[in-house]
């Protein structure tokens, strides 16, 4: 019984030295990271426009308007996956869809991303 209860202290003397790294490594950097704002009225008119169809529920122009954005860069606040959309924000002279998105999780809360995802702004009516 003895022995029984010193393989249950190590066990547990264990588990609470790889507690603080478990934890370390489940922390995202970008996750607290303070997202600023923007105005409607701040943003351009492609973006607007697109942010007006989102709220009208379309039709997009773009086919993978509205797909599953996965926030793995963990820079938008933490939510279950398939809480996020992203649609494509026109950029004149672009030959493809560009870096600039919308992603929104329940409108009225959008992002802005002029950068492919690099910084958000969360967009303010």
């Known amino acids: ?42 943003l351009s008119g492609e973006a607007r426009d697109t942010f007006y169809l989102i709220q009208q529920g379309g039709p997009f122009p773009y086919p993978r308007d509205g797909v599953v954005f996965g926030n793995r860069e963990h820079r938008l606040p933490a939510q279950s996956r398939g809480y996020y959309r992203e649609y494509t924000v026109k950029t004149p002279g672009a030959r493809n869809r560009g870096a600039r998105r919308i992603v929104c999780g329940i409108v009225p809360e959008c992002y802005y991303t002029g950068d492919h995802y690099q910084t958000f702004k969360r967009i303010k009516e």
Do not use: K
């Open 1 to 42: 019984m003895r022995r029984m209860t010193q393989a249950r202290w190590w066990l547990l003397v264990g588990w609470l030295l790889c507690l603080p790294f478990a934890q370390a490594r489940s922390h995202h950097p970008h996750a607290d990271a303070a997202i600023s704002s923007i105005a409607v009225t701040e």
